[in-house]
Every structure is written in C-alpha cells, then in structure tokens.
C-alpha cells in the first residue's frame, strides 16, 4: 500500500517547543506603552497576562519544555494529530506535485487553537488565577478556552463579537456545554462595550472591540487574566508542536517538504507549523519556501503597513510594530471569521520583509471552490480560514504541473468547517459576496 | 505518564471483518418474502442490493478480507481511530472502575457509519453501478454514504426524514457538499411519499418512510441499488473492524474489559464494538459482560416483541425476525435521531434472547445531563446517540464504586454531537422532553 498517512504514537510526540526569536534575522521591536510610547515595563504586561507566559513572550531560549501536565492533555486531545497525502486531491489536479497536509482539525475542538488555550490554562491554574476571560470571533479560539477551563478547573468569560453571536448559534451552544459564560460584543459590562452600543445598540462587533472589551474587564477583577489566541510570541510558540509533529511525520514517508504553506489571521496556526522549518532555513540548512496565505477582505500582509499600532479597538493594548491595516478597520464579514483581525504577528511581519515568508490574498468564492473540491476528493470539510491554504495550495499544484515541477508541498489544514456549514451553503446557492476594500485607516506611525 | 490514549499506526490496522454467523448459539431465522410469507430468493435480494453484499448476508465464512481498496480509504477517513481512557471521567466519579472508550467520532464524518458505507459504496462500483439511495434520520448515514459515493465515484441520493431535514439544516448541507442530492421525505417522488403527503402535506416523516422511499426509488432505476445503514448482518460486520482495533489498542493498554458497552438503534456500532469479544464468550473463551442501551421513547430491546416484522413503513421490505415495536410505530422525535427506529438487528435480538447482552432504557434528560459531565471532563461533547453508551458507563461506574469492584469498562463513543447541538441547548436551557410510550402497534405475528 502506498504511504498516504504518517501517525505517531503518543510517546513519539515532541516534547519542546520552539522559540523563533534567538534565531530571527533581525531583534523583535520592543512592545510601546499605549499611555508613555516608551518599552514597556514587563511588570505591567503581568497584571493583563499569566506571569509564565510573559516571560515565554520575551525569552531567549530557543527551546522551551512542554511541562508533562499539558503532556497529558495534549494526548487526550488528540494529538499527536495525523499527517496525510492528499492523493485523491493530486489526482484529480493531475499535478506531479505531491501534496501533504497536517490535520488540526482532528483535535477535539476542531482546530489548532487548542494548543496555546491549554498552555495558557496550565500556567494561569499554576499561578492561583481563578479566571481567563477572551475574545472569539469565529468560536474557534473561544470554544478551545472554553474546554481548557474545563480541564484545568478555572472560570471562562467570552466575549463574542455579536453578528457571531447570532450567526454561529452552535459555537455558543458548544462553548456554554463546556461550562463557559459567553457575552455579545460589544456588551454594557464594560465603559467600552457601552461607547460602541450608544453609537449602535445593534452594533455586529468585531474581533478589535471584543479585545477591548475583555481587557477592561480583566483590569476590573484581580483573579483574573486575559489570554489571547494568536498574534503574540508566545501563543505562536506553543503552537510549533504541529511543526515538531509535522517534520517526524514528512520522515517516516521518506519525504522532504520543498513548499510550507498555511492561512493567516494573526498567524499562529501558519507559524506553528512553519516556524520549524523556517529554523533550518535561517540556519542555511534548507531552502524550503514558505507562502502565507490571508483574505483580499483583511490583507494585512499584502497591502498593510508595517509600522506600530494598537492590538484593538479601544487602545488597551500596548502598540506593536506589526503588518497593520489600522485598528479603527472594520473587516467585512467574511465567513472565515479567524482571519478578520488588522494586524499580524510580529514576528511573522519581520520573515516577510526578509522575503523569507511570501504573502498571497484571496477572495471568499474562491477559497470556498477549492474548499468544496478538497472535500469531494479527500473527505474533510475545511474550515473557512484553513480553505485558504487550500486555495493557495491548488494554485501551487497547478503551477507546478504547467512547469513541470516536482514539489512537494506541505500545508496546515488547521480545523474542519463543521460549524461553518453556512458559508459552504452560501457557496453552493451562488450567494456569497466577495470584498475588497480601496483603503485602509493606518491611523498611527511609528 | 500513564497510559491514556492506545494507537495504532496504518499498517497495524486489522484486515479482516468479523461476520457472527457462524457463531451464533442458534441459527437465524430466513427472511420471508413480503409477497409470498415463505424464505427470500436471495436473487430477489440483488434487484434492491449490491451482489457482493447479498452473499456477505448470508456467508458462513468467520472472517472476510477487507479488499486493499477499501483498507486505503479507511485510512484517509480517520482508521485506525484512537481508544482513550477516561481518567478524568473516572475522578469526577470516584470511582475504582477504569473506564474505556473507542474513538468513532475520530473519523472524518464524525461516526462509525463511515465503516459500512464506505464498504458498500466500494462494492456497488466494482458491479458497475451508478447510483446508491438511501434514507437517513439524524444524517450521520447520509452523510458517510454522501461522502463514500465522492471518493468511488458513485451518485449517491438521500431521502431524509422532513423533520431532521428541516431542523438539521447543517447535515443537509454537508451532505450537498458532498455533492449527494438530498429530498425530505415523505417527498412526491414516490408512490408512498405521495400516500403519506396526502394524508398531511407537512408530515413529519421517519425513518420507516424514507426507507420506503429508498427502495421505491431503487425498484424504478436498473442502474441503482439500495443502501442501508444498519441492521443487516453484513452492514454490523463491516463495523467489527472496530471492536479488531480495540481488541489490540486494549491489549497495547495491558488491560481485559471485564464490561463492555454500547448505544443501540439498529445495533451497528454496538456489534461493532462488541461482537469481536462475543466471539470469546460464544467460544468459552471470555466472561465479559455486554449492555446495550436504548432510549425509552424507542425500546425494541426492553420492552419489543421478537416477531417477524417489516423494516419499513411501506411494507417494501422482507420480513425479519427481529424484536420490534411494530412497523408502524411512530417515534417521538428525541434528539438520537438515529435511534428512532422501530426494529432491531436479528444477530443481535438473538444474543438478548440468549442472555449474552443485556439491554438497558434511558430517557434523554439524564442521557444529556451524563453527555455534558463527559464533554467538561473528558472534553468530547457526544452525538445524543452515543450518550446513551455514557449514561450506561456511568450508571454502572457508579454500581461498581458502591460494590467495591473493579470493573474494567470499554464504550464505543460512536459519534460526536458536534451538528447535534440544538440538543444540548435544549438540555441546558431546562427545554428537554421525555417521552415514554404506553403500548407499540405490533401488528404482525410470525
């Protein structure tokens, strides 16, 4: 029988993460203080985030141990998930290219954001922390807190942004069955919450004002600390157990990766999987090239400004200097809901002005066609933001049949889309809209 | 760490069915001719089936290979799927037992109904058939059958029942992302659909009607075969492949079930799971203990009389001596969809008969309130179907810790609820319905 599927077993699993940043090709630009514009002070990060991952957020280790306590959770979870060919998907392309995927969607959850929300309870359990409160926008990155709460024994507050909150009745339902308490954003339990409500007590909310929404309140309640989904160093790097995974697995096929493919939002789940390989190529030891992959709706990558910003609406956060579209844009509402976000992970903003990682934007109706064609030959239904892997990934696979390449391409496929089916009926009527902003409101240099 | 979760990589996976037959402490009873009352011509059985799986019904071979092709999909669609150990369940508990569960929800279409379909649509193809039809309830078979007929190459059209069609939007449109044509049933496609739309034009159909349908569909089309889901003999042995996995997960584990467990409509994933280890208690081999757990609203094992009966509403089908709760019983809609169905497998009514298995009745109430302790420990929020299994698990969990015994229980958690999760909302907001029959129509006597 042909290789078409690499599994590890559970003792197999990596056991370290991997910190990209002692091996970034230029010093990550210091985080500002929103209230002094000045480095800020790490002790004021602690009253917003769980003291370890503060520190994980800043160090120079390149390798950091995976504590046997999220280990064992991780097992349970479903990882390490599985690493397939997707040969029905090659054939009907018939491309010489061979393409692999690792599935995250084969966690519990359905997606990646599992990884980082288990750390991120762990550490918070650790520290005496009795809650964790959130933003969702999708459900994703909420439903995964929602079970690591459950898990660890801590409290889950949500804020969700409201078009969301009515569209994806099933998220809310899933997150309150793992015993989370979930709010629509913007909500009247925060002065932000209520700025945005007097504007429009209808008001669809969005990922930016959510943020804004669940740090007010995280400053109001002592126990409690914000945790966040994707974007910042640490959350990437709890992330890179998919590489870890990914690059054991492309061995046990005999096989070596000459394209590294994922989705963006903020861009954890496309660094969790790139970063290491990334490492081999900031080392000279490969060549492998990457291609990150966002929404012609939220092109932060491909026609954002690299400068400092805000990480939200309400200007909570310290500014980082990021790929931003300007925190005051509104990003329409795409069905790919993860990737409806202004900014970029910093780190992941500097591989691309090295050109290391090389950006590309799609429209919805065209990442729901390959979507569509992924699950009539390899049997699993894309998440919207992961669809755009796909997209791209097809794109390659063609390119690469009219020149005669040999590639082997491996990308993220980081959650099923079986609470997205919405989008897919939209597709399948001719219902969706396509969105292309002309400009965007970069409101603040560096 | 302890030994949580058991593996298997590809080429572990077992390559051999289980078909009971020859095992059987009595043999089983012919299907009749509806027309004539007297044992089927099995050559009548080809017009509605596929040859291959008319021979597989009636074979007297113990073990049946599993042709490569159809090995290779079961790996693409989630096969081997993992078994775990649910240590966090247990502490929630406290009880000495340890608990078990076989992973089916791990599949691609999020339940063991994948096993069978996949089998059947292989078969149908290789005799040069065009199109499967079939009925679903819930549309966990529809949409294994739907996504079976992608990968073979094979048109695949679904009559679902009108009231699942209506209030489970998400499965009719992952079904259509399959690319299968979906009707609600009863439909105006049929002579019988259109008898029952006569009588009400909003009839909420059942799973009784669709199969009717299905098989007039069939009976009108040469190139078509009919497909179904569960209760035939060879459909409970294309599932055994569960119960060869956990045979040598468990063995993995250094552990023997002493209990093992199931939720039961037509019987499939129960069988699945079990009838592997029947085969030791038939053979003298093994003590293990089997229960079967059913609704209330729909009791063929508790409180069903084992007679010939129909399979369906229309009186399309042979007669099977089976326990029923009459053809023409109609199932009060509780969420387990896929447990509304009036009869049972014959294999299996004989080893209740017997006493090797015994059945159990829960309402939904106490089956969801066990569905959200499982999804906030172990963190895999149950098809309705399967928390049938769970409530049974913890019921006798909880006998063992007050006995004192150690006990060693293994559960098929045979789906996720991921596309069911109306109910749990029901459940959490106080809005759940029990129902409990009073007397069945059984109409037919042998």
Redo the contacts between chains.
Sequence with gaps: ??K??A????EEMPKKWYNILPDLPEPLAPPLDQETDKPINPEKLKRIFAEELVKQEMSSKRFIEIP?EI??VY????RPT?L?RAT?LEKALKTPARIYFKYEG?T???SHKINTALAQAYYAKNQGIERLVTETGAGQWGTALS?AG??FGLKIRVYMARASYQQK??RK??M????AEIYPSPSDRTSIGRKFLAQDPNHPGGLGIAISEAIEDVLNDENARYSLGSVLNHVLMHQTIIGEEARLQMELLDEEPTTIVGCVGGGSNFAGLAYPFVRDVLKGKAGYEFYAIEPRAAPSMTRGVYTYDYGDSGRLTPKIKMHTLGHTYYVPPIHAGGLRYHGLAPTLSILINHGIVKPKAYHQTEIFEAA?LF???????PAPESAHAVKGVIDLALKAKENGEKKVILFNLSGHG??D??G??DF?EGRLNDYEPKEFPILEGS
């Design positions: 029988m042909e078409v599927k599994v590890l077993k559970p046997e280990l064992e097992i349970k979870i479903g599985p397939f029905h084969a519990i959850t359905g079970l459950a898990l009745p099933y339902i899933l309150q069955t793992y015993g569509v699950a009539r030959t390899e049997g699993i239904v079986l609470l089916l919405k897919y009926e399948l």
